[in-house]
T-cell receptor, first 115, second 116 residues
Framework: AQSVSQHNHHVILSEAASLELGCNYS??????LFWYVQYPGQHLQLLLK??????LVKGIKGFEAEFIKSKFSFNLRKPSVQWSDTAEYFC?????????????FGQGTTLQVKP | DTGVSQDPRHKITKRGQNVTFRCDPI?????LYWYRQTLGQGPEFLTY????????KSRLLSDRFSAERPKGSFSTLEIQRTEQGDSAMYLC??????????????FGEGSRLTVL
């Protein structure tokens, strides 16, 4: 079955620390990959996406992610986090073969940044 | 606000009652999705519409659940004979035909259901 696994459930960092959140998926075909963020009390918002081309993609607010096809991974990174990055982060995949556009989400990582 | 809107934002009901949630997608978005999210989990796909046609339903969607999108615009999700296990956040998302290849979904703020 298609699945998405996020390595860390809860991460606590101090401001200015570097961030890396792991994401692996199990699907043999071509996929689009996404990271969504949910700030407290807000709706899910797109951080960044990969669908083709350069495997290193840059998103909003200084986030980036690298698609490593051989490892089925799409890890999220930020060199220096801010208190305002406190949120829940979700990795998601969309198998192109399904042609529905539906997303399969990981269980999420809660990031807490201490000022 | 021209985003996806959902109503009501919160619903508390007693076990056995029926509830209905409404989703208004972004104008001209032809695809609409319903997801369910429980505490500590990521959103789980429930069902998907392209225009008014319901094209896919998850096994999570028991026969107590029904969704409609009668005119290809807003959608409703009804849960009959609610159970405590139905307590969750119900999320609606939509996507544009222009985003068919990149697949970005735009989410509403969700409708939180509590079944007592």
């Amino acid at each position: 079955a298609q699945s998405v696994s996020q390595h860390n459930h809860h991460v606590i960092l101090s401001e200015a620390a570097s961030l890396e959140l792991g994401c692996n998926y199990s699907y043999g075909g071509t996929v689009n990959l996404f990271w969504y963020v949910q700030y407290p009390g807000q709706h899910l918002q797109l951080l960044l996406k990969y669908f083709s081309g350069d495997p290193l993609v840059k998103g909003i607010k200084g986030f980036e992610a690298e698609f490593i096809k051989s490892k089925f991974s799409f890890n999220l990174r930020k060199p220096s986090v801010q208190w305002s990055d406190t949120a829940e982060y979700f990795c998601a995949v969309s198998p192109l073969s399904s042609n529905t556009g539906k997303l399969i989400f990981g269980q999420g990582t809660t990031l807490q940044v201490k000022p | 606000d021209t985003g996806v809107s959902q109503d009501p934002r919160h619903k508390i009901t007693k076990r056995g009652q029926n509830v209905t949630f409404r989703c208004d997608p972004i104008s001209e978005h032809n695809r609409l999705y319903w997801y369910r999210q429980t505490l500590g989990q990521g959103p789980e796909f429930l069902t998907y519409f392209q225009n008014e046609a319901q094209l896919e339903k998850s096994r999570l969607l028991s026969d107590r659940f029904s969704a409609e999108r009668p005119k290809g615009s807003f959608s409703t999700l009804e849960i009959q004979r609610t159970e405590q296990g139905d307590s969750a956040m119900y999320l609606c998302a939509s996507s544009s035909p222009r985003d068919l290849n990149t697949g970005e979904l735009f989410f509403g703020e969700g409708s939180r259901l509590t079944v007592l």
